[in-house]
């Protein structure tokens, strides 16, 4: 794994003696690695990550890990809403769904691996917090996306993947769960409750059913969350069998 220092003027200092325990995963949804990069290195952008990997698996460290990168906007899990003060933010090069969304080539991969590996171990962050962006933001982001490889990098220690387990939810069971693994199902107050509801099944799916994009509860979800939950040692009680 290349490493290439190429620091952003994008961050901040975090909060006092505040946890680091949120490792967020996006793509950079541009046309060019060159075009991304520049506009994360841009002061008039006002926006970071601490870290970019390329499609040939070079890895730039924009932010260093001790500072706030400007990565995650309005965002919020498990209660949670300043994510950027608590998270490392990885930028993985890809066009993204706006410019020819594809797949992400296994040097790209190996490099977020590895990378996501030093990371979770340093600061000890929990699976259930290895995240994509639409996961806490799923009104607004897309990314990583579908076509991300969540699965390969739970078989190398990085985040969960699901050990389904059925369950006799019904939809508001469902996103009362959701909720409790960490989801926001409310949205802000101008947000209607069917849209907000859709978009976090949508982004729910995206990092754990992605064959498969109804933005629909069903018994299969439910089953990937239950056993999600129970992975996760995150409490069931009150959400029936």
Do not use: C
């Not at 970019?52 to 809403?81: F, I, N």
């Not at 590895?114 to 009104?139: F, M």
């Not at 220690?157 to 769960?177: H, R």
């Not at 992605?210 to 009680?237: F, K, M």
């Amino acid at each position: 794994m290349t490493l290439i220092d190429l620091p952003s003027p994008n961050f901040d200092a975090r909060p006092v003696n505040g946890p680091i325990d949120i490792l967020l995963l996006h793509y950079t949804g541009m046309q060019s690695a060159e075009e991304a990069v520049a506009r994360l290195r841009d002061p008039a952008a006002r926006v970071s990550s601490h870290y970019v990997v390329d499609e040939d698996g070079a890895v730039l460290r924009l932010v260093a890990e001790d500072q706030r990168a400007w990565h995650a906007g309005v965002s919020y899990w498990a209660g949670a809403r300043e994510i950027n003060a608590r998270s490392i933010g990885i930028e993985i090069v890809n066009p993204g769904h706006e410019w020819g969304y594809r797949p992400f080539p296994a040097p790209q991969m190996q490099s977020v691996i590895g990378l996501s590996q030093q990371i979770v171990a340093q600061y000890g962050i929990p699976a259930a917090r290895v995240l994509g962006h639409s996961d806490v933001a799923p009104l607004r982001k897309q990314d990583p996306g579908e076509l991300f490889d969540w699965r390969t990098l739970a078989i190398q220690g990085i985040g969960l993947w699901p050990k389904p387990q059925p369950v006799s939810w019904d939809e508001a069971t469902f996103l009362a769960a959701l909720n409790r693994y960490g989801y926001d199902i409310d949205g802000s107050a101008s947000t209607a409750p069917d849209t907000a509801h859709h978009a976090a099944i949508l982004a729910f799916e995206r990092h754990f059913r992605p064959q498969q994009l109804s933005g629909r509860a069903d018994h299969e979800l439910a089953a990937i969350l239950n056993g999600l939950l129970e992975a996760a040692g995150i409490d069931r009680a009150g959400l029936g069998a």
